[in-house]
């Protein structure tokens, strides 16, 4: 274990949190730690090509910020650049390096990592090359390793071998999905084709970003990577402090890993806190359906998203393949179009010429909630419950709509009991979902169909098509349906302004709003939605 070397990546990979924007005594605290428990290399940051938003500097590292930083004397510090971003390059790839590396002689950077995926690694031989040139330490991190066999691993690392480029060659666990038996062999196999240095970078999705990198040092790899706290894009990556004391405890007494524990406790807590990384259910899921982490990070990040949404947009992902991250795809898990507008159930005539009474779950239905029941009582409109409403009572209760998957399945038992009709789009929920729902008896079923079409509200006898995948669009569309003569609205609260899950809400009732033959809206609870307004307390109700 005596060639075994630490590289902490924390700002270049935890940078996918905060768009590599790092405060200044944050940073000085850590390259203080880092420097003193004697940390082999970091690599501070990405050094991407100009983008047309704003990033802050550790996207960059340009030479002239790097040397502003207080950086440890006589550490190794290095770089990553995306082989996709560069060969891209109108100019070509080599013209893409020139523009953004000077000879290393000039430069603080001394190690320059190139990650690239398996389909593009034939046209990086350009790019290793001219960063050799440039007087650079070279190495290759290859992503996505868990997708391929330890075969196609071993052609890749024969293919660079005979460039003599690269030192360092690395596998990126990127859908943290590897085992240590898996991670294990990957290493010993590739030992027998690379004579240069071999290094993980762990992913922590299922809690084994740790083990997978001691594995791997079991089985040769001398280059480990890690991060404090884990910070890292999705679930994060191999706990830098963790490495530290595995080492120590190993007999590698040069390393202090009691330097970092104050800005791990602090600092970095304060962050994880903030942004949430770290190993859940939902990354664990993503690792095992090999589902690129960013889209949980993105969906659970964004805070736009109920969990039976996300479960939603993982089951689409599971089935159409998302071991890569495209905004496009995300968009198409979580809008979910698959369903039929048409179901086996005609809501015509079913509120005919009656009020309609939306109850969400806003903290207002609790608090209006004696006055709510007087109303139903005394006015007898149709209540329908926005899934299951804890603490409303059931007998109020015309029937429950739910439209997400997951949220149906958790909420089965629910339903069992309170012996009310759920109205449900059976097309649009899987096979095993809608068969249990089929068999609970006494749980009367209204097939009422649903299909997710953006920007797009239009409704049927047997279903309709709404813009988002919102249990209020898919009632809204019921009771328009259904003949009634206007929708209440009992507890859409609203969120925080600054909560994308506002203006979701906002927009789907501003699309319903627009269409000619939209049935009128009146909130007779508190409300920040810009629809008409009454009281549930006016007499003129």
């Given amino acids: ?93 080599v013209k893409a390096v020139d523009s953004l590396f000077q000879d290393a002689s000039a430069s603080p950077v001394g190690l320059v990592r190139v990650a690239a995926h398996l389909a593009d690694l034939d046209r990086c031989e350009a790019v290793l090359s001219r960063l050799k040139q440039q007087g650079y330490l070279v ?22 071998q005979g460039w003599g480029t690269a030192e360092m060659f690395c596998l990126a666990d990127s859908l943290g999905n590897m085992t240590p038996g898996a991670v294990q062999a ?145 968009q198409q898990a979580v809008q979910n179009r698959q369903g039929s507008e048409k179901g086996s159930w005609s809501a015509d005539g079913w509120a005919k010429d009656r009020q309609v009474l939306l109850v969400a779950r806003g903290q207002s239905t609790a608090q209006h909630l004696d006055a709510l029941c007087r109303f139903i009582d005394e006015q007898q409109p149709l209540v329908v419950c926005l899934n299951v409403q804890p603490g409303f009572p059931p007998e109020k209760v015309t029937a429950y709509a739910a439209c997400h998957r997951a949220r149906l399945l958790m909420d089965l038992e629910k339903y069992r009991l309170l012996n009310k009709p759920l109205i449900a789009p059976l097309g649009a929920i899987p096979e ?52 009634a003569s206007r929708i209440l609205l009992a507890g859409f609260d609203g969120y925080d302004p600054a909560d994308p899950r506002q203006e979701e809400m906002a927009q789907v009732l501003r699309c319903y709003q627009a269409r000619p033959a939209a049935l009128p809206l009146l909130a007779v609870t508190p409300t920040t939605y810009s629809v008409p307004k009454g009281s549930i307390y006016s007499p003129a109700l």
């Fill in 1 to 93: 274990m005596s060639g075994v070397k630490l590289l902490d990546c924390t700002l270049r990979d935890g940078g996918y949190y905060n768009d590599w924007n790092f405060s200044r005594p944050l940073v000085t605290s850590y390259l203080h730690a880092v420097g003193s428990a004697r940390v082999d290399a970091v690599e501070i940051g990405f050094r991407f090509l100009p983008q047309d938003k704003f990033l802050g500097p550790f996207a960059y590292s340009t030479d002239e910020f790097l040397r502003t930083l207080p950086l440890p004397e006589g550490m190794l510090l290095g770089v990553m650049v995306n082989a996709k971003e560069l060969l891209s390059f109108p100019h070509g790839a």
């Fill in 139 to 160: 190495g290759l991190n290859l992503m996505q390793a868990s997708e391929r066999s330890v075969e196609q691993l071993q052609q890749a690392a024969r293919r660079i």
């Fill in 186 to 330: 990957a290493i010993r196999r590739l030992k027998e084709v690379w004579p240069g240095s071999l290094g993980v970078h762990t992913h922590n999705n299922m809690g084994q970003a740790v083990t997978n990198c001691l594995s791997a040092i079991e089985a040769g790899a001398t280059w480990i990577d890690g991060s404090m706290l884990g910070m890292g894009r999705g679930a994060g990556n191999a706990q830098m402090e963790y490495l530290l004391l595995a080492m120590k405890e190993r007999g590698m007494n040069g390393y202090a890993p009691e330097a970092v524990f104050p800005v791990v406790l602090e600092e970095f807590e304060q962050l994880r806190r903030h942004h949430g990384w770290g190993p859940n259910l939902l990354y664990h899921l993503s690792g095992s359906h090999a589902i690129h982490p960013s889209y949980i990070q993105e969906m659970v990040g964004s805070g736009r998203y109920e969990i039976d949404h996300i479960l939603d947009a993982l089951q689409f992902l599971k089935r159409s393949g998302a071991a890569l991250y495209e905004d496009l795809t995300l």
């Fill in 432 to 483: 095993f979902v809608r068969a249990t729902l089929q068999q609970s008896p006494g749980l009367r079923i209204l097939d009422y169909g649903m299909r997710v079409e953006p920007e797009t509200f239009a409704v049927e006898p047997k279903g309709c098509v709404i813009p988002v995948y919102l249990v209020a669009a898919y009632v809204m569309a019921l009771a328009e349906a259904g003949g």
